[in-house]
């Protein structure tokens, strides 16, 4: 199970983190991902972190704003978003899968992934 929080209302400019616990004894065996949806489109590749947090991948339009990072201790994830745009507003899910490996190509595909968080919503406002 993966509880995602911390999403809400920001003005652009501005920052949030995001957080995902997962219900896990096996957490640091999991690769872990961040994906975005809104309405009427795919679910979309935000971020990507190994097992071991030290291999990190990032979407184009968020690299350099965005930061995400594990703690396995305590079974957690987050994503650190600043400099916030109107075109980051979104459902912000996470993902967890046991065989994906964070530089292959299917990392990156949503329906590549086996466990899925409820979603915490981003609103930017400009």
């Known amino acids: 199970q993966l509880v995602e929080s911390g999403g809400g209302l920001v003005q652009a400019g501005g920052s949030l983190r995001l957080s995902c616990v997962a219900a896990?004894?096996?957490?640091?065996?999991?690769?872990m991902a961040w994906f975005r949806q809104v309405p009427g489109k795919e679910r979309e590749f935000v971020a990507i972190?190994?097992?071991?947090?030290?291999?990190?991948r990032y979407a184009r339009g968020v690299e350099g704003r965005f930061t995400i990072s594990r703690d396995n201790a305590e079974n957690t994830m987050y994503l650190q978003m600043n400099n916030l745009k109107s075109e980051d507003t979104a459902v912000y899910y996470c993902?967890?899968?046991?065989?994906?490996?964070?530089?292959?190509?299917?990392?990156?595909?949503?329906?590549?992934?086996?466990?899925w968080g409820q979603g915490t919503r981003v609103t930017v406002s400009s």
């Open positions: 993902a967890a899968d046991r065989e994906l490996v964070a530089g292959s190509f299917w990392a990156q595909w949503a329906s590549k992934y086996g466990y």
């Open positions: 896990s004894n096996t957490f640091s065996t999991l690769l």
């Open positions: 972190v190994s097992q071991n947090g030290d291999d990190t």
